[in-house]
């Protein structure tokens, strides 16, 4: 079995849960509401832009010229041509590169995009890879499945069905999932772990991408909302659902709370009465290190 068979079935779950989420399925029959749609073009302009970055990493870090010449490219292609056609693709719904630009970063398009740049730095290649696999390939995994459905009569939402179900990017899906098999070849156990937790991680960070675009997300959060327990995962089931809210309640183990960092805690108390408090996060997340804990435990009383 490849490394990635592997990876998919540890995510199944979660990628199960998106292909039902009602923004994916609003676009497969194309009655999703415009004004939830516009949310998910603003956020995935400013998630591409940061997106970018990682693939700057991945031009540092490669070890073969092929690989440093395929990183590139994408580099290339997406600051100077995919960025161009979201902003035609943008226009068919009333916006303006000036609305594009100017629209405020939600906080998961923000903590998802942090935690992809830290991994990248942070990390070494197969962790970049693992971490970014998630969005290249479950983006054609999404629309392979609704292009075999019945084509919406809406022509943008079958445009962009068509787009990621496209043999260019599922090309592109497949070479990074070459990448990863290849990467993750005679790695010990405790290193291939690693690698599904971020694929996972960032598997959970795609469902709540279609989450925010859902219900909207500017720093107010309705308390209870757990969201889909198959992308929380059985410790969100220990919790109260009147203890947390949606925008904590995916957070993953301790060990992700590393790769968060202390920004991501930081930013749980920047809505000190809208976000779970330490004490809830340790209780869905286990006990998190002292050096990360004490700015929190600082700023949160």
């Known amino acids: 079995m490849a490394f990635t068979d592997e990876l998919y079935a540890a995510a199944k779950p979660i990628w199960d849960a998106q292909l039902e989420h009602r923004f994916v ?9 415009e004004e939830r749609f516009k949310r998910w073009v603003l956020q995935d302009y400013r998630y591409l832009k940061e ?3 990682i693939f700057a990493w991945a031009v540092a870090k490669s070890e073969d010229l092929a690989s440093m010449s395929w990183y590139a490219a994408v580099l290339n292609l997406t600051l100077n041509t ?3 056609l979201h902003r035609k693709y943008a226009a068919r719904f009333g916006l303006t590169p000036e609305d594009l630009e100017s629209a405020p970063m939600w906080p998961t398009t923000r903590a998802y995009t942090d935690f992809l740049v830290r991994t990248a730095g942070d990390g070494d290649m197969a962790d970049l890879v693992a971490a970014l696999l998630p969005c290249a390939w479950g983006y054609v995994y999404i629309a392979q499945a609704l292009v075999r459905r019945e084509a919406p009569e809406d022509q943008r939402y079958a445009d962009w ?3 990621y179900a496209s043999v260019e990017f ?3 899906a497949d070479w990074l999932k070459a990448e990863m098999n290849r990467l993750a070849e005679g790695a010990p156990a ?3 772990r690693r690698l599904t937790e971020l694929f996972v991680l960032s598997s959970r960070y795609e469902w ?3 989450e925010m675009c859902w219900k909207g997300e500017i720093g107010q959060f309705t308390p209870g909302d757990l969201g889909d327990r198959r992308v929380l995962g059985a410790d969100a089931g220990q919790v109260a659902d009147d203890q947390l ?5 995916w957070f993953p183990p301790r060990q992700h709370l590393a790769q968060l960092g202390v920004h991501g805690l930081r930013l749980q108390c920047t809505f000190r009465d809208r976000v779970v408090k330490l004490a809830q996060l340790q209780a869905l997340a286990q006990p998190v290190d002292d050096d990360l804990a004490g700015p929190c435990q600082d700023r949160c009383g």
Request: net charge negative; aromatic share 12%.
């Open 25 to 33: 399925e609003g676009i497969g029959d194309g009655k999703l509401d």
């Open 51 to 53: 997106f970018a970055r």
């Open 82 to 84: 995919e960025m161009e």
């Open 161 to 163: 069905i068509e787009q």
């Open 170 to 172: 599922a090309e592109a």
């Open 190 to 192: 405790e290193k291939r």
């Open 208 to 210: 709540q991408f279609w």
């Open 245 to 249: 809210i949606s925008f904590a309640a």
